[in-house]
């Protein structure tokens, strides 16, 4: 069964970091060539992207947050992870992991292959 566990969430000021990651169990990311994916939704707001990458380490980033946040994974551990800096209030939200299959330069969630979440606050 798989699951994916976010952690790293949390309160900070603008311009704060926090880096969050998703450890996944139940499969491997290489062996099953899975790309995985950062979502953030805010309250009132629908989900989105944030950033993605591919098990041969191509990545990508929404334009909000590039050049502020890096996508990276541990093969080893089983682990995506998140570093989010020069944070802003705009970048308040749920953020979620998610695991399926590239294409087109996209990650595309599969059915049941997201994590439960976990909670960015910047304050200004």
């Known amino acids: 069964q798989v699951q994916l566990v976010e952690s790293g969430g949390g309160s900070v000021q603008a311009g704060g970091s926090l880096r969050l990651s998703c450890a996944a169990s139940?499969?491997?990311?290489?062996?099953?060539?899975?790309?995985m994916a950062w979502f953030r939704q805010a309250p009132g707001t629908e989900r989105e992207g944030v950033a993605a990458?591919?098990?041969?380490?191509?990545?990508t980033y929404a334009d909000s947050v590039k050049g502020r946040f890096t996508i990276s994974q541990d093969y080893d551990s089983g682990t995506v992870y998140l570093q989010m800096t020069s944070l802003k209030p705009e970048d308040t939200a749920n953020y979620f992991c998610?695991?399926?299959?590239w294409g087109d330069g996209v990650c595309y969630p599969r059915a049941g292959y997201w994590g439960q979440g976990t909670q960015v606050t910047v304050s200004s």
């Open positions: 998610a695991a399926g299959h």
């Open positions: 139940g499969y491997s990311l290489s062996y099953r060539r899975l790309c």
């Open positions: 990458i591919d098990s041969d380490g191509t990545y």
